[in-house]
């Protein structure tokens, strides 16, 4: 299993950029898809972006392609998120997940990912 941890969240305001970091330990060499997903209250968890470890492509919402940027630092076993133009809507509490299996890069729904972080709060003001 993996562990995740996420850092970076905190209040911006309309327009502002924040960077979201999540480090992983533990056994990292079964993470073949990792991701960012977002949660506010009283809705479903929502898929931001993914990638497949070790410098493979990345996937994205429409909700914020354009805005926001899903790298990773396979050395340092770490996995970001640049959020750029932010807005109200996007004030949520962030994640970090990974699966082992790479098709859950194809199909990135929260159910395919087994190893979650506690999540980071985002807020943005207008």
């Known amino acids: 299993q993996v562990q995740l941890q996420e850092s970076g969240g905190g209040s911006v305001q309309d327009g502002g950029s924040l960077r979201l970091s999540c480090a992983a330990s533990?056994?990292?060499?079964?993470?073949?898809?990792m991701g960012w997903f977002r949660q506010s209250p009283g809705k479903e968890r929502e898929m931001l972006a993914v990638?497949?470890?070790?410098?493979?492509?990345?996937w994205y919402a429409d909700s914020v392609k354009g805005r926001f940027t899903i790298s990773q630092d396979s050395a340092k076993n770490m996995i970001y998120l640049q959020m750029n133009g932010l807005k109200p809507e996007d004030s949520a509490k962030y994640y970090c997940?990974?699966?082992?299996?790479?098709?859950?890069?194809?199909?990135?729904?929260?159910?395919?990912?087994?190893?979650w972080g506690q999540g980071t709060q985002v807020t943005v003001s207008s």
């Open positions: 997940a990974a699966s082992g299996f790479r098709r859950s890069c194809r199909n990135p729904t929260d159910r395919e990912f087994s190893s």
């Open positions: 990638l497949l470890t070790g410098a493979g492509p990345t």
């Open positions: 533990g056994a990292t060499y079964s993470s073949n898809c």
